[in-house]
């Protein structure tokens, strides 16, 4: 076994984020299977190994495909979790995980101040979105946090815009208003609401759309290129198919980063 797991077989991407963790499994470049579960730093790594015992069992993987995982990686960006994670690959599936953070390889410089202030989905995303496009790209990422990172045609990671996520801020305005109803992200009939929850729904969808969009023309204007964007994340699709500069959603970007830094490491 290498320091990073077993030489041969499958690879088991686990995306820690906030909100959920999306688990993946990767027989070479195809994702076979994936998972999203909440992420839970209160859980311990005995509670996570029965959950993806259940996930697996629940999805029918044969004992002999779990079996054949030989490698981990993992991108964290929960502190107490990356831990439980560490344990759960040990106890679990006797593998020593690749956790993404400074020292692995990613092949990407970083031009951020402070390259420890980086999320690792962050890296593993941009690591990804440059691996196809071979070009200026912006990553968006539609989390608990909306997130825009900038690679330059280099290759390189300039740095990015963090701003409060979608359902944050659907949240907040719940919470701190005494009439407003909490709603579901969805696309209204039309821009101008004409009852409450449709003018909530316009300001979230429309809003954030907008606000993307100019960032990303700002973005373009700063650096002057035509960047490649990629968006990601659970509600990037309903983003996306109002945006006017998101050209593809990867539902699966950050898992598909971790693979290609496994590879480099």
Not at 2 to 18: H, Q, R, T, W
Not at 113 to 137: H, M, T, Y
Not at 151 to 166: D, L, R, T
Not at 171 to 178: F, I, M, V, W
Request: aromatic share 6%.
């Amino acid at each position: 076994m290498s320091e990073a797991g077993k030489s041969d077989g499958l690879l088991m991407a686990i995306d820690v984020g906030n909100t959920h963790t999306v688990i993946g499994l990767f027989d070479g470049r195809e994702i076979v299977r994936h998972w999203r579960v909440l992420t839970e730093p209160e859980r311990t790594a005995d509670e996570y190994g029965m959950l993806m015992w259940n996930l697996y069992h629940a999805a029918d993987v044969p004992t002999a495909t779990i079996d054949q995982i030989g490698a981990i990686a993992v991108s964290c960006v929960v502190p107490p979790m990356t831990g439980v994670v560490q344990e759960l690959c040990r106890n679990y599936f006797k593998i020593e995980p690749l956790i993404v953070g400074p020292g692995i390889k990613t092949g990407m410089p970083i031009l951020y101040d402070n390259p420890r202030e980086i999320g690792a989905d962050r890296i593993v995303n941009a690591v990804a979105a440059f691996e196809r496009s071979k070009a200026a790209s912006i990553v968006v990422d539609f989390g608990t946090a909306t997130t825009l990172d900038f690679v330059s045609a280099k290759g390189e990671y300039v740095g990015g815009i963090i701003v409060p996520g979608v359902m944050i801020s659907l949240d907040a305005l719940y919470t701190r208003t005494a009439k407003l109803p909490r709603v579901e992200i969805q696309r209204p009939p039309r821009v101008v609401g004409r009852n409450t929850v449709n003018a909530i729904q316009a300001g979230a969808l429309f809003g954030y759309v907008g606000m993307v969009d100019a960032l990303v023309g700002q973005i373009s204007d700063e650096e002057a290129v035509d960047p490649y964007v990629v968006a990601t994340g659970g509600i990037a699709p309903l983003m996306a198919a109002e945006s006017s500069t998101i050209r593809e959603v990867d539902e699966f970007l950050t898992l598909d980063g971790l693979r290609i830094v496994h590879e480099r490491n």
